[in-house]
């Protein structure tokens, strides 16, 4: 089981990033994938999560990005997409996405001008 985040960088405030998450080595259609993300002296908090069809009734985004972040899946590429708009500096965190009990390694997100 192997899950590989992707497309972190620095972003001006105001700016875009969309992550990725591609797995393998498991039934990816099946399960639930999440979105955490952790900065430097906090805990690790959950982001989004989607159900494994995808359905727009079974996701649910953390207050702090409801209406700027998207998550989406590609159950054909095996990947999970976080679409981040609208970022501010306090969106800067190690992103992580965890599937079926595990993590995958992170990918900085740095939001400042």
């Known amino acids: 089981v192997q899950l590989v985040e992707s497309g972190g960088g620095l972003v001006q405030p105001g700016g875009s990033l969309r992550l990725s998450c591609a797995a393998s080595?498991?039934?990816?259609?099946?399960?639930?994938v999440s979105w955490y993300r952790q900065a430097p002296g906090k805990e690790r908090e959950l982001v989004a999560r989607?159900?494994?069809?995808?359905?727009?009734?079974?996701?649910n985004y953390a207050d702090a990005v409801k209406g700027r972040f998207t998550i989406s899946r590609d159950n054909a590429k095996n990947t999970v997409y976080l679409q981040m708009n609208s970022l501010k500096p306090e969106d800067t965190a190690v992103y992580y996405c965890?599937?079926?009990?595990?993590w995958g390694q992170g990918t900085q997100v740095t939001v400042s001008s």
């Open positions: 989607i159900n494994p069809a995808g359905s727009s009734s079974s996701i």
């Open positions: 080595g498991f039934t990816f259609s099946s399960y639930i």
């Open positions: 965890k599937s079926m009990g595990t």
